[in-house]
């Protein structure tokens, strides 16, 4: 045995460094089936992404959050060769969104009493999408 890591997703050396083993794994063993059938899975978006998401199905842009995913999961796939230009314009959009959104800013004063009050309110109850 060669002691070398065997290959994993495209870029095997960037993502081990950070993800997981568990979650390596659970895709190495779902990868044969998913492509030859797809892969279906459910996600939750917060609710300013959810919020978003539903103003361009209102505008007709997606005819439902499936398609936005599989419109958004393109976009990004076809700009992948593409990795500093991609992480640059995801920096310029964390920071835009953090101008723009007062609620992500603390409030003058405790800030440990204002994150243990995040964790200790439940979060409200999601809306579903249902076909």
């Known amino acids: 045995m ?7 997703g ?3 050396e960037r ?4 993800a997981p083993p568990e979650r390596v794994d659970k895709a190495a063993e779902l990868r044969a089936q998913a ?5 279906y899975f459910i996600a939750y978006l917060p609710p300013a992404f959810a919020g978003w998401l539903l103003d361009h199905i209102e ?7 499936k ?3 599989f419109a958004l999961v393109g976009h990004y796939r076809e700009r992948e060769p593409y990795g500093a230009t991609r992480e640059e314009l995801l920096r310029c959009a964390c920071m835009a969104m953090c101008f723009d959104d007062p609620t992500l800013t603390l409030p003058k004063g405790n800030y440990t009493e204002h994150v243990q009050n995040l964790f200790d309110t439940p979060p409200a109850k999601a809306a579903i999408w249902r076909e």
Do not use: T
């Not at 002691?3 to 994993?8: A, D, E, T, Y």
């Not at 492509?35 to 892969?39: V, Y």
């Not at 505008?59 to 959050?65: M, S, Y």
């Open 2 to 8: 060669s002691g070398k890591k065997p290959q994993r």
């Open 15 to 18: 993502l081990d460094s950070f």
């Open 67 to 69: 398609e936005a995913i």
């Open 35 to 39: 492509q030859i059938g797809g892969l």
């Open 10 to 12: 495209r870029n095997s």
């Open 59 to 65: 505008d007709g842009l997606f005819a439902n959050p």
